[in-house]
Nanobody, 121 residues
């Protein structure tokens, strides 16, 4: 019962671009924050970019100016446009959303299954 499904990962040469998409289940509502995290081999999971309903964004310093997060709330979908990719961007990228599936529940964190991004030099 995966609640968020990522797509768009793959192998790309340094300097290239990829666009990740994440479709969240329509059962998830009261969503404010959505975004992307990544985990490289031997590394802790780290924030890449998030976006609130207000349009406010937060980016990791390492991706500022290269990555752009966007949302389509009508489709309950979040995107990550990744330009000028570097080998150090190689990681599994995970989609994130906070929300709930029942009105009586508190907000919870939901995660996608992850999509592999590999950047070759």
């Amino acid at each position: 019962q995966v609640q968020l499904v990522e797509s768009g990962g793959g192998l790309v040469q340094a300097g290239g671009s990829l666009r990740l998409s994440c479709a969240a289940s329509k059962r998830i509502f009261s969503v404010n924050l959505m975004g992307w995290y990544r985990q490289a081999p031997g590394k802790q999971r780290e924030l890449v970019a998030t976006m609130a309903n207000s349009g406010s964004t937060n980016y990791a310093d390492s991706v500022k100016g290269r990555f752009t997060i966007s949302r389509d709330n009508g489709k309950n979908t979040v995107y990550l446009q990744m330009n000028n990719l570097k080998p150090e961007d190689t990681a599994v990228y995970y989609c994130y959303a906070n929300g709930r599936t029942r009105t009586w529940e508190r907000l919870s964190d939901y995660w996608g299954q992850g999509t592999q991004v590999t950047v070759s030099s």
